[in-house]
């Protein structure tokens, strides 16, 4: 099969006709193909982000040492999500490629990750978690969210918080992957919110233990979105269309 550009990947007037074509049919099994492979890659590499530390470092657990699972799946994800995206070629062109510009893309791209976790420490705090007691596992639960969230919408959309705005807004997607970028967002954030119910609870679980639970909903959440997202797409492209904003 030929090779899609992002530009004909994301062509509006391909999306727009009443009748889609056969080169829009095939660009679109192109997506869902890609997207879901990309998608198993990202899983694969959680998987052994937990397996690998549980056969080198002695004592290693999900609950035992959960700060030490915590940053080994976010750096997993952080590195695979970055290395296929890379490959794919989803981030939006740079109409410059001046050594300065592209380093000045990835110092804003840091900077935005980096004010992410602040941000997401300062809601989760808001939330209820502890100010000064469990500073540190509050900021590693921000760092994870940040992983699975802010990290792939710079992969998608690059450091541009106009584009963010928008494809989080209503009709806002322009692509399939903006569609994807909406729903694995989404599922991870209600995940982490949702793995915070039990905690209060008095069940003296170890999985009780902040901010365990939250941390493995948001990871169920995320792993949740990245099946649902292709899936959810496949099924419903015949009511997608995608029009330049």
Known sequence: MRHVTYEQRHKPDIWNRPHISAEAAIMWDHEIRAMASSHSIIAASVFMA?????????????????????????????????????????????????????LSRLFRSCLYFFLSCLFFHTVVILYGAPLIESALETFSLAVLLTSLTTLRCLCVLGPNVQAWIRVFSRHGAMSVWDTCLQITVAFTLIGAWLGAFPIPLDWDRPWQVWPVSCSLGAMIGYLTGLVVAPAWIHYHRKQLTYKCK
């Open 50 to 102: 937990t397996v690998f530390p549980a056969v080198l470092v002695p004592g290693f657990s999900v609950y035992g040492t959960h700060l030490l699972w915590l940053y080994s799946v976010s750096a997993a994800v952080a590195a695979v999500s970055v290395s296929v995206f890379w490959l794919l070629g989803i981030s939006p062109p740079t109409k410059k490629h001046t050594l300065g510009y592209k």
